[in-house]
């Protein structure tokens, strides 16, 4: 659909700035690609990872991490 924005949600037990810069950076390989970024931090227990993606699922899009350890 046109001027309708994909959602990417980028999730990190961190700030998620890493796993921002590489989406911005590779999205700049496709010709406008109408996405929507959106920054979890922080996610650091399994409750708080259950919890994101029943949002996701209701909201749709996405998911990118960069969790190191949960």
């Known amino acids: 659909?046109?001027?309708?924005k994909n959602i990417v949600w980028?999730?990190?037990?961190?700030?998620?700035?890493?796993a921002l810069d590489v989406l911005k950076a590779a999205s700049y390989?496709?010709?406008d690609p109408e996405l929507e970024?959106?920054?979890v931090s922080d996610v650091t227990t399994?409750?708080?990872?259950?919890?994101?993606?029943?949002?996701?699922r209701r909201e749709s899009g996405m998911i990118?991490?960069?969790?190191?350890?949960l």
């Open 1 to 4: 659909m046109a001027g309708q």
């Open 10 to 18: 980028i999730v990190s037990d961190g700030a998620g700035k890493t």
């Open 29 to 31: 390989q496709f010709e």
């Open 37 to 39: 970024f959106r920054t």
């Open 46 to 56: 399994e409750e708080k990872a259950c919890q994101l993606i029943d949002r996701v």
């Open 64 to 69: 990118v991490y960069t969790v190191v350890s």
